[in-house]
């Protein structure tokens, strides 16, 4: 007998050993003289059911050996040894408790297996599907990191990219490849999952993934795992199942784990557990549809996330927050970079000049008697070497989500439509051009101008702007963002 018959008849309640102090079976001869009665019954292919019953005492071992006798003689010529056999036990045993079951099975060896010895059926029955199971476990994987980042999200607020924004932050001084920064990522998602699993299959004896697919995780006995065997069980799945998760290591573990189920052998982490399989219809459908709801969900968090942390009418705390908010989901790569209540640009560095690789200008704030931000104004004047060009500071995007945007109540529809509050994308001139617009409740007013150069019409009648000799090239910028209602309360848009 294997293992798996003889946890199959003790689930059956066919034998109950004793256990251990250390949780390990203790078989008696009374245990090894009931499994001789039972794989001598079941060579006659006397159901486990009935043998249950025998030992209960609800049947008499002649009408069951009569019965079966009958049965087995309707059979082919291959079956006709074991109905005789059958009858030449029910000519011989008066009573179940009186068989001499090892005197028989040593009549009966030959050395090669019969087909009418079922033993090779008496397991537990186990999920045969192997793509259920690994699109089970998927599906946890995915609900979990679904969790995780709707999450980071709405609470932690984290960087939407924070993938690519470690592996800019650290590459250097670190190396760290973007395969390296998805196997740390795989590698928490298994951790969390480490803990969650054991807890689930104690309590509901099944994961979200496996209950789509109909499928639950039992003891020999069909109880629920212990926290402790659902701990074992998915670190044994960690370690020999997937490999540590290691890049082509963990696809030839994968391999070897489906040849292994393949066969029919049971898995390493399936020692104290198995994998039973239920009815589910349409489950593939149902797996389909549980990952567009993640999907959908992500995406639905992700329009909250983006909203402004404040809208409506803003004080200055709040339109600050508003700035390092967007620098810290958006602009990762310039997290170092906050904005002060002061309307100063500071990295943990010191301030940024205009001679840095990115120009952060100062803002100047007006208040209401409450505080409310009514206006925010923004001056740069730039000193230029003759052969530079004259542009005004990339920090308008920010200044532009922060102020504009949270005082008209924007929607996520809205700031999808604007691919993330891109300042022209309203169809604003540029900016190094004078023009005054409104924006909802906000009145817009830019002006541009610059001094040391000259036009110079070209041969081909093209006209290009030169620097003048002998003179300075300045350039000087101002944008106004001032609210129009009169009174510093946002109206009610509903």
């Not at 980071?152 to 390296?180: H, K, N, Q, S, T």
């Not at 549809?289 to 993640?294: D, F």
């Not at 906050?338 to 100062?362: I, N």
């Amino acid at each position: 007998m294997t293992r798996a018959n003889i946890r199959y008849y003790e689930r059956a309640g066919l034998l109950a050993p004793e256990r251990a102090d250390n949780n390990y079976r203790d078989y008696s001869d009374a245990d090894l003289a009931a499994l001789q009665k039972v794989q001598l019954l079941r060579q006659l292919r006397v159901p486990v059911g009935e043998i249950a019953r025998l030992r209960s005492g609800e049947l008499e071992l002649g009408g069951v050996l009569m019965e079966q006798s009958e049965k087995l003689r309707g059979e082919s010529d291959e079956l006709g040894e074991a109905a005789v056999l059958c009858q030449a036990l029910l000519d011989a045993q008066a009573s179940y408790d009186d068989l001499d079951a090892a005197r028989w099975l040593h009549q009966t060896e030959t050395g090669k297996p019969r087909r009418w010895q079922p033993l090779t059926l008496d397991v537990l029955p186990t999920a045969p599907l192997l793509w259920k199971r690994f699109l089970a476990r998927a599906f946890d994987l995915t609900l979990l990191s679904t969790i995780m980042t709707i999450l980071r999200m709405l609470v932690l607020r984290w960087p939407f990219a924070w993938e690519w924004w470690i592996v800019w932050r650290y590459y250097g001084w670190l190396g760290m490849p973007d395969w390296v920064a998805m196997w740390i990522n795989l590698l928490a998602a298994f951790a969390a999952l480490a803990v969650l699993e054991p807890l689930l299959l104690c309590t509901a004896g099944t994961t979200p993934g496996k209950w789509l697919f109909g499928l639950r995780v039992r003891t020999p006995e069909g109880e629920k795992l212990t926290y402790r065997q659902g701990l074992k069980r998915i670190w044994s799945v960690f370690a020999r199942g997937v490999g540590f998760t290691i890049p082509f290591y963990r696809l030839w573990r994968l391999w070897k784990s489906y040849r292994t189920a393949e066969k029919g052998k049971p898995l390493p982490w399936e020692s104290d557990s198995c994998c039973e399989s239920g009815q589910r219809r349409l489950c593939g459908l149902w797996f389909i549809l549980a990952n567009a709801a993640c999907l959908g969900a992500i995406f639905l968090a992700f329009s909250q996330a983006i909203l402004p942390l404040h809208r409506g009418g803003l004080t200055v705390s709040e339109l600050v927050e508003n700035c390092n908010m967007y620098l810290w989901q958006f602009c990762g790569q310039r997290s170092r970079i906050y904005l002060t209540e002061e309307g100063r640009w500071v990295d943990k560095r010191g301030l940024y000049s205009r001679y840095s690789a990115v120009s952060w200008s100062d803002y100047q704030f007006e208040t209401d008697e409450r505080g409310i931000v009514t206006a925010v104004r923004v001056e740069y004047e730039d000193e230029l070497e003759p052969d530079e060009s004259f542009s005004v500071p990339n920090d308008i995007e920010v200044l532009y989500f922060a102020y504009v945007m949270a005082n008209n109540h924007v929607t996520p529809q809205e700031l999808l439509r604007l691919r993330y509050w891109v300042f022209l994308a309203r169809g604003l001139p540029s900016l190094t051009e004078d023009f005054e617009t409104t924006v909802g409740d906000i009145r817009i007013t830019n002006r541009f101008s610059y001094s040391g150069y000259e036009n110079v019409t070209l041969p081909n009648g093209e006209t290009l702007l030169c620097a003048v000799e002998g003179e300075p090239q300045r350039s000087y910028w101002s944008l106004l963002l001032e609210r129009i209602d009169g009174e510093g309360a946002a109206p009610d848009r509903g």
